[in-house]
């Protein structure tokens, strides 16, 4: 199997584990075994599994929610939102993992979020959450359409 990593931008300690991996993948190892060898959490090697067929670690969805974010601020234009209220508005949810039960992710919103901040589209409103049913308020951002003038 060819390596498509980059091993120079490695450090020496992960460039010997990643040689011992590509070993192991190739006496077909299963990747718990493979694991186990490495003294390594699964989701360790399936990320090395990524990087071999060089994909990127995470998706960027900027292109894709950016505009339905923009569509749905500018439909309640003096109202703010938390990434979860949006999440659920756009039907963003975890991923197939049933262990979740379907609920929205809201952290999927964030990169997108905070990039349309940095452009100057949606300010953070950050304050605590003051539902009745919290004995600590604990902190929360809400995010709403910059208006002219928002630095």
Known sequence: MAHTVDLQKMNVHKRARFATFCELLEQEETVPAIAARLEVDERTV???LRELEGRPRKVNR???YMP???A???RYPRSEFTSTELARVLDIRYGNNSGYG???DGSA???TLRRM???GLVQ???GLRDERNYTVHLPVTRWRLAQAGDA
């Open 117 to 119: 901040e940095r452009e």
């Open 72 to 74: 749905h601020l500018r």
């Open 124 to 126: 953070a409103v950050h």
């Open 46 to 48: 399936l990320r090395y």
């Open 68 to 70: 339905r974010v923009m």
């Open 109 to 111: 919103l964030g990169p």
């Open 102 to 104: 379907g609920k929205y």
């Open 62 to 64: 900027y292109d894709e």
